[in-house]
């Protein structure tokens, strides 16, 4: 309570109350489970209305197929194929899907299915639970759900991205409730080896996490030692079968290749089967008869900083003429 007294006029005391947390009632505890069950069958029907089957590489989803955990023998000795990092699906999605396909081992006609199941049921409970902890309203954690669900991102490919979306939901869930930080730890690893470009966002946001536990708990080594502890562990198999092929990746090199098709093509006069319209699909191809020796795109802006400038200017004209 506080006493408020403006201008010598008469103090009057002034009573602040927090507004109750809003419960729902008989209706709103069925409602919401309900809802979750309507989104999850429908959208699992909308699942089934599509192919089964994954698509090969070079698209995304081809992950899918490439996650395989199986230890087997072949005339040439043991094979064991752990996910690379640089795969469209991570570490983290291809051991969920790995892990999977050794108790399930589902066909190649309904692979897919099973894939973004999986997504749909971690993405669907992730984002269900997170607005059952944000939001008082039973009514606004049903419109926020039902915006989410009709969303149609459950039926997205590559199912890594809505994987790595879970794991993060499931990261605030797990700090928001107090769970062990071991746990909260790997979930925010487990986000971070998603895909490749993710691993500087966990670390972002372990470091925020780090000072912010630091400032509350008093806790100085916790959440270095267990995301750390965590990073060892899911990356060591890795490095150990494939050295730095583990982290080395030609994507960027591959979408630099496309992009310069698309932009200096037009300008080309020859058409013939040397033209780059010819080679497009070819990216390989391209970069070798244009930057010889350029394995990464730091390479080719070192060795070819004119051509890089050529692509740069042409690049930028040519956004500025698309907006």
């Known amino acids: 309570m506080w006493k408020l007294s403006l201008l010598g006029f008469r103090s009057c005391p002034i009573v602040m109350q927090s ?40 698209m995304d989803q081809s992950f899918v197929t490439r996650a395989d955990l199986r230890l087997y ?11 690379r990092f640089n795969w469209s699906g991570g570490v983290s999605a291809s051991l969920l899907i790995g892990l999977y396909k050794l108790i399930v081992s589902p066909s190649a006609e309904s692979l897919n299915w099973h894939a973004k199941g999986i997504a749909t049921l971690l993405f669907l409970l992730s984002s269900y639970s997170l607005c059952l902890l944000f939001i008082r309203n039973w009514i606004f954690q049903a419109l926020a759900f039902s915006i989410i669900a009709s969303s149609a991102l459950q ?12 794991f993060f939901v499931l990261f605030i869930l797990s700090v928001r409730l107090g769970w062990p930080r071991l746990i909260s730890s790997g979930l925010l690893v487990l986000f971070g080896l998603s895909k490749i470009q993710l691993l500087a966002c966990s670390l972002g946001v372990g470091a925020v996490w780090y000072w912010w536990d630091f400032r509350k708990n008093g806790m100085k080594w916790q959440v270095p030692f267990w995301m ?18 583990m982290i080395r990746t030609v994507k960027g090199l591959r979408t630099f290749a496309s992009s310069y098709v698309l932009i200096f093509a037009p300008h080309q006069f020859s058409q013939g089967s040397e033209s780059l319209v010819a080679n497009s699909w070819d990216w390989q191809d391209v970069m070798s008869s244009m930057f010889p020796g350029a394995r990464t795109v730091t390479d080719l802006v070192l060795r070819y900083p004119k051509k890089y400038l050529d692509f740069l200017l042409l690049s930028g004209a040519y956004s500025l003429f698309s907006v």
């Open 19 to 58: 507004k109750p947390e809003e419960h729902p009632g008989t209706f709103g505890r069925i409602f919401l489970p309900l809802l979750l069950v309507i989104a999850i069958v429908v959208s699992f029907v909308g699942l089934l209305s599509q192919s089964g089957q994954v698509m090969d590489w070079p």
């Open 73 to 83: 023998r072949l005339p040439s000795g043991w094979v064991f194929q752990y996910p």
């Open 228 to 245: 750390l502890s965590w990073l060892l562990l899911l990356m060591a198999p890795g490095f150990k079968l494939y050295g730095i092929d």
């Open 155 to 166: 039926f997205a490919e590559p199912s890594s991205d809505i994987i790595a979306a879970a």
